[in-house]
C-alpha cells in the first residue's frame, strides 16, 4: 500500500470515528439530560406530595412509589418506542393519530370523560384514568410531519393547498382539546405545530397563517371566560386583594421559591406542600425544587431542558427528510416549551395555565407520553446522524484521494 493511500485510509477512519462519536454523544445528552430529569422528578415528588399521601392514608410515600412505578413503565416506553425505526413511524402516522383522535373524542363527547379544575381532559376506565390530550399530542406530530413531508418534496404552489392539509390535521385535536376548556395544553399543542411548521421548512406565508389565526383564537378564548381574564388581570393587579382566591396558589409559589435562597432547605423541608402550596407535586413542582434546593436545584432543571433543546437541534440538522425535521422540532417545542411555559407561571411571569412540568411533575399520562416522544427523538438521532456524516466523510476522503 503506498503512502499516500495509507494516509487518504487514516483520514478517512479518522473522520469516520469522530462521527460517530458526535453522533453516540447526542444521542447520550439527551438520555442523560431525560432520565436525570426523571429522576429528580421521582425525589421531588415523594417530598412534595409525603402530607397529601400521608392525610390521605395511603402513607408518606405512597403517592412517590406509584410515580416511581410511572417512571420505571415511562423509561421502558422511551426504549421500546427509540427501537421503532423512524419509517415505521411514518407508516403508521395515521393510525397513531386515529387513536388520539378517538380517545379525545371520547373525554369530550361521552360520560368516560372526567373534569378536574374545570377542565374535561381526564378519561376514566375502571379505576384506570389517563389524559389522551398527551398522546395526542405525539400523534398530531407524527401526521403533520407526514403531511409536511409530502408538501415539501412535491410542492403544490397554491395557499390553500398548504393550509387545508394542515390545518386539518392540526386543528381537529386542538379543536377536541379546546372544546374540554383546557387551554393550557391547547397552548402547548399550537406551540408543537408551529415547531412542526419552522422546522419543517414550510413557506413563511403558511405559518404566518397559522400564527395569526392561532394569536386570534387564544384571544377570544381568554375574553370568552371571566376566570381566565381575572388570572391575566391578578398579574398586574393588587395580589392582596384576592389573596384567598386566584392569588393564593401564585403566592405561595412564589414564596416559597424565595425561601429556599441560593442552596435550599434542604430535601423534604418544604414548608409550603403542609396545605399551603396546591399542586405541590404537580403544576408547582418548580417551587418545591426553589424551597427545598434552592437557586442552584432550579438552574440545574433549567440547564436540563437546554441541554435538551441543543441536542435535538443538532439532530434537526443531521435529520434526511423533513418527516424527521418536523417531529423533532415539534416535539423540542413541545417538551422544551411546555417547561418553559411552567416556570414563567411560577415565577408569575404568566397566569395560571395548569400544565405540568415535564419528566419532573407527578401524573403518569404526561410522563409516559413525553417518554414515548424522547424515544421517537432518540431513534432519528441514532438512525440519522452518524449515516450522513459518514457519506460526507467518504465524499470528502475520495475528493483528498484525487
Known sequence: MSKTNATVKALREGLRLRAIREADAVTVWLFAATLGLIGLGVLMVMSASSVNSYLAERGPWGEGFRHAGYALVAIVAMLFAGAIKPHWYMRFALIVFGGGVLLQSAVVFTGLGVADGGNRNWLRIGSLQVQPSEFLKLGAILILGVVIQRLVVAPRGKLLQEIIPLGLFAGIPLGLIVWGKDLGTAMVLGLAVLGCLLFGEIKFRTIAVFAVTGIFAAFLFVISSENRRNRIASLWGDSKTDYSGLDWQPLHGVWALSSGGVFGNGLGSSKAKWSWL?????????????????????????????????AMLRVITRAKN????????????????QAFINIAVVLRLLPVLGVPLPFVSAGGTALVACCMAMGVVITIARDTAPRQEQTETHQDASQFSA
Request: glycine content about 12%; hydrophobic content about 65%; some cysteine.
Open 278 to 310: 396546591p399542586a405541590a407535586e404537580d403544576d408547582y413542582i418548580f417551587a418545591i425544587i426553589g424551597e427545598e434546593l434552592g437557586l442552584f436545584g432550579c438552574l440545574a432543571v433549567i440547564v436540563a431542558y437546554i441541554v435538551l433543546a441543543w
Open 322 to 337: 423533513y418527516f424527521q425535521k418536523a417531529v423533532v422540532g415539534g416535539i423540542m417545542m413541545w417538551i422544551v416549551g
